[in-house]
């Protein structure tokens, strides 16, 4: 199993850039999936964007593919959500997440795919 622990949530005035970090620590399976997930205020969780392990394979959301940009280090311990010209309507609670071990494959990327999930940093986008 996997603890998650994001880091990186603040508050920023709009068109300002942030980037969120994941510490994965524990166990892992040689094929997996990592996300990161949004939960605006008063709406569900929504997918953000996913790589898949050991592949490397990435997916966006498609509204925020250019805006947003996943990435994980060398060692797949850290992921990080780097977000420019961030907009109010980003204002969320952002989750990081990996999937149940051995998942291989696109629908990997789904939320319901995932069983560790951090806590949820904070991002609050306003003037």
């Known amino acids: 199993q996997l603890h998650m622990v994001e880091s990186g949530g603040g508050l920023v005035q709009p068109g300002d850039s942030l980037r969120l970090s994941c510490a994965a620590s524990?166990?892992?399976?040689?094929?997996?999936?990592m996300g990161w997930f949004r939960q605006l205020p008063g709406k569900t969780r929504e997918f953000v964007a996913g790589?898949?392990?050991?592949?490397?394979?990435?997916r966006y959301a498609d509204s925020l593919t250019d805006r947003f940009t996943i990435s994980i280090n060398s060692d797949k311990n850290t992921m990080y959500l780097q977000m420019n010209s961030l907009r109010p309507e980003d204002t969320a609670d952002y989750y990081c997440?990996?999937?149940?071990?051995?998942?291989?494959?696109?629908?990997?990327?789904?939320?319901?795919?995932?069983?560790?999930w951090g806590e949820g940093t904070p991002v609050t986008v306003s003037s």
């Open positions: 997440a990996a999937s149940f071990p051995g998942c291989m494959g696109d629908a990997c990327y789904s939320i319901g795919s995932m069983m560790y």
């Open positions: 524990g166990r892992t399976s040689s094929s997996y999936a």
């Open positions: 790589i898949l392990l050991p592949s490397g394979n990435i």
